[in-house]
């Protein structure tokens, strides 16, 4: 399998540490609001990564942080508490708004079809773990005390820049976002561990430490969660692009010094998904949410298979007209699956190439466009229905689109047989403008309609999933 990893910035043959066996860590949501549909691109992509890696055979152990302290508003360790922002906005505790967008999140990952990690750990969960790591990162010499907190002394670092130019965009964000420099720091690249003095005085949770009482730096909940679930080698490490700085940087510095050799071998990161205002972000405000899209009409599987048309690694421009086009494709698709026969006949030598084409689109870093056109290649293959729906069935085991619950839907909404295509449209019609009748309660219109229908010998059945229509 190729992957590319952002650490060498190539394509790389993927070798895990231990044969078969892959380690993998995901950099889980800040749970102060709801997750955005970016956010959810990133997780769908990383899904894709974890799906593909199970379908190419590799055992795969992931986890992932739920970040619910220590998130600073600027990633330059100024600023409130992203939670406690998201606290008082709400009138909550930290506690209360971390449980409801934890599940919120979540919600959204099912509604996408995003597995959850089967390691799933809040950072508040792992306080002891941390002070052990800043513990022993001071007992070092790689950790000093300034001004009440501990920071991380990148100046003890052979290489600390070690994503290449990968940190421009980064510093970019950084630079930008810290509005104050923090004079405690000995050099411009350090990074709070543990504070007990933040610039904001009414943190809602604090722990006794050695320092005092405090909490944990953003960064070290990372390297704890991932060095107490996963070990000390790490295989992959997943994340947006706008983590490989200064989140991830700090990440390496901190768990390579803590554990003497090299850490994690690759390095996965999701470019952003961007509107006409740039980046989507949550602190921004205006984003958009599952729950936004469900509200306009769209299905979530839709932005799902939108996400699933472009690489990984390329940045992804959100429309509404994108979106739209890419939810009549699916829909397009999910007709023609629907017109297969259940016939039961299988080829399984026939098969084989098209199986091919699939694993080689996956095992070429993670290339989930070119997967989706092996879809098409099998609708338009000399093979039996039989076999083209049972080849449809696996390969969405992993792109995880719902494809074949969605055919079944459409089959038992199909077009009921002896009424020819015009006459169907113009039912169709009839019965949108009852609905909108109905809507605006208009109920004098909506039942002429229903009456004008019945005289055709049309009934109107109206079901969970939508009006049904069947003719005498
Ligand atoms: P957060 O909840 O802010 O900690 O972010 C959760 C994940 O979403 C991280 O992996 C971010 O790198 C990623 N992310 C943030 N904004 C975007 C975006 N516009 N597009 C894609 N991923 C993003
Ligand atoms: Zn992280």
Redesign the pocket.
Known sequence: MQLYNTLTQKKEEFVPHEPGKVRMY????????F??I??????IM?DMLEKSLRYLGYDVTRAMNI?DVG?LSSDGDTGED?MLSGAKREHKSVMEIAKFYTDAFFSDCEKLGIQKPEIVVPATGCIDTFIELVSALLDKGFAYLAGGNVYFDTSQLKTYYVFGNMEEEGLAVGVRESVEADGNKRNKSDFVLWFTKSKFDDQELKWESPWGLGYPGWHIECSGISIKYLGEYLDIH??????AFP?HTNEIAQSESYLGHPWCRYWF??????DARG????SKGGFLTVSLLEEQGYDPMAYRFFCLQSHYRKP?AFSFENLDNAAAAYKKLVQRIAALKDDGKRDEAGAAPLRGSFRGALANDINTAQALTVLYDVLKADLPDGEKRALLAEFDGVLTLRLMEAAEKEAANAQPSGVDADEAAEIEVLIARRVEARKAKNWAEADAIRDALAARGVTLTDTPEGVKWSKK
Not at 26 to 33: E, I, M, R, S
């Open positions: 995901t950099c889980g949501p800040t749970v102060y609001h997750a955005h970016g956010n959810l691109r990133t997780y990383e970040t998130h992203k997943c994340g947006g692009i706008d983590n989140h990161h999701v470019l952003h998904l961007n980046k989507m972000s949550k992804l």
